[in-house]
């Protein structure tokens, strides 16, 4: 049998071996190619055997990828690399997109003369782990690839980045344009990946992950990508200027799990976005303690909301009228103690949690918890008095938020009529058409909701015409100061009066002196609440409370 035959044998011997992973053997003098059958029939492709394969197949790559493989294919032919290792997406004869895994060696003669390119292909399926917008991976992959890297106690930079003037495009040009500024984006990234992995984080967030670029490198590729946005962008001739935020950790604590590394390097972009005009936000080995202090706080958090909650707590902060003075009802909401953290602020955890997947469930027990003790305590005395929970964007946004919530009440035997729902200012994220028709649902099964901290984010005017909501809750910092403050007493008296003269309620936070009491009386507000009348109190404290006895 001659050396042709022998070949052709051995071929066949391993392209019949395994379902899902193709043979390729390709004569690199002729450029002649023979393909496993399974292979040629699951993509389309016009024989066993083709001459320039590699640009055959190249046509059934995603454009997002066609880039790399091209310049892969490209090296190995001018000898200047000895394999091909790579992922990328192939579209097969139905029109979807597999997740490919193609690997390939050079084959050289004693003289080192090249010979043969052979290799095999893995066929992983349709490509679920790829983002459908940007064509990267997604925010789950992002989380298997940190958790791979804690098990292999391999350090590492995480670089977040995220767009914070996004939404001005999708209101003036619609989503699908927007769609197009993400993909735009997204091939810029694709740019960086010989030393890093991009991921898709969600939204308008995306990620690098790197075990080889140093800070510095991270650095200049965050400055490139900042350039980029402000003079680069061109979508359907229109020259766009996107505002970036960044953040980036430096990871060598493998005793921190994937999720705290993610949500505090949210937590870093959140801070880069709001407070640093987009300056990147550095966590490492330049202020190694406050980044480890942070992750270590997270990471507690996190394993305290794994064991039931433990740690959390609900207190009560009576509502009252404003006019009587009566006690109206209460918000409800949480509190955490630990050793060796002592009490921590909810007004730092909730912002360090609200992007964590755990979040959810810390808001459910927030809910259940805080009706059933009200039930029990509250409504068994004092039928009348409503309790209010805060919902943030992850949790209406999840698809069961709905059923989670009617299980909830069915129950406990919690009475709908007495649950508000305060819709916290992040969840302006959310398409507008999205929350009416949630609060729609609410609404059906006898819930009313609010919009919380109103002034902030979620402040939107015209959202009072186009969500049906029961009310607005004027956020603490528009009252601060409030007596010495004229613009203050000016925009305060123009949004109640606003807010009254359509019908809705309005609640005013952080109401401290009897003097801002009877100015925001005179404004026309209808509810108020804040020390002036109590601090949040336990269940037990709030019953004994002269405002609940009268």
């Known amino acids: 049998m001659d050396k042709v035959a022998l070949l052709s044998k051995v071929f066949e011997a391993f392209a019949s071996s395994t379902k899902g992973r193709y043979v390729f053997l390709t004569d690199m003098e002729t450029n002649i190619s023979r393909w496993s059958k399974s292979c040629v029939e699951e993509f389309g492709l016009p024989s066993e055997r083709m001459e320039n394969a590699g640009e055959i197949w190249e046509e059934h790559i995603h454009p997002m990828d066609k880039s790399r493989y091209h310049q892969s294919i490209a090296d190995l032919f001018e000898g200047k690399s000895e394999s091909h290792d790579m992922v990328y997406r192939a579209m097969n004869k139905n029109g979807e997109y597999v997740a490919c895994t193609c690997k390939g060696t050079v084959i050289r003669d004693d003289d080192g003369k090249p010979l043969y390119f052979a290799g095999t292909i893995d066929n992983h399926g349709i490509a679920s782990e790829y983002d459908s917008v940007t064509a990267l991976y997604t925010k789950d992959k992002l989380l298997d690839t940190l958790a791979d890297l804690k098990d292999e106690s391999q350090r590492y930079y995480i670089l977040f980045v995220g767009m914070y003037n996004f939404g001005e495009f999708n209101n003036v040009y619609g989503y699908e344009f927007g769609n ?135 207190v009560y902060q009576p509502v009252v009228s404003a006019r009587e003075e009566r006690l109206k009802g209460a918000e409800a909401l949480v509190r955490w103690q630990k050793n060796p953290f002592g009490s921590v602020s909810p007004g730092e955890f909730i912002g360090w949690l609200e992007d964590d997947p755990l979040f959810y469930d810390l808001g ?24 209010s929970i805060n919902v943030s ?74 969500l049906p909501v029961a009310g607005i809750k004027i956020d603490k910092a528009f009252v601060d100061g409030i007596d010495e403050d004229e613009k203050k007493r000016i925009v305060a008296r123009a949004t109640i009066e606003c807010a009254s003269n359509i019908g809705l309620m309005t609640t005013i936070e952080g109401v401290e002196t009897g003097d801002v009491r009877e100015m925001l009386l005179g404004f026309g507000a209808s509810h108020l609440q804040g020390y002036h009348y109590s601090k949040p109190l336990s269940i037990d404290d709030f019953t004994s409370h002269p405002l609940f006895k009268e």
């Open 180 to 314: 197009k500024i993400l993909r735009t984006f997204a091939e810029k990234l694709l740019e960086f990946t010989d030393d890093a992995e991009v991921y898709h984080a969600g939204g308008t967030k995306f990620a690098l992950v790197s075990t080889q670029l140093n800070l510095s490198e991270i650095k200049e590729i965050y400055s490139e990508l900042v350039d980029y946005c402000r003079n680069s962008i061109a979508v359907e001739g229109v020259n766009v200027t996107i505002t970036l935020g960044g953040s980036c950790t430096e990871v060598m604590n493998f005793n921190i799990d994937e999720h705290t590394v993610f949500s505090n390097g949210l937590l870093g972009l959140d801070e880069s976005m709001k407070d640093r005009h987009g300056e990147l936000c550095v966590f490492g080995s330049s202020n190694l303690d406050k980044s480890h202090e942070r992750l270590v706080l997270l990471n507690a958090l996190r394993n305290c909301i794994s064991h039931d909650c433990e740690g959390f707590s609900i």
């Open 364 to 387: 459910l027990w927030i809910a259940r918890n805080s009706m059933k003790y009200w039930k029990e305590k509250v409504l068994s005395v004092r039928s009348e008095l409503t309790l």
């Open 393 to 466: 964007y992850t949790q209406l946004e999840r698809k069961n938020f709905r059923r989670d919530l009617l299980e909830i009440l069915k129950e406990l035997d919690y009475p709908p009529e007495n649950l508000r729902v305060e819709l916290t200012e992040r969840c302006s994220v959310l398409d507008k058409n999205f929350i009416r028709n949630e609060i729609i649902f609410l609404r059906s099964q006898g819930i009313l909701t609010f919009i919380d901290d109103f002034g902030t984010g979620f402040s939107a005017l015209e959202l009072l015409l186009f």
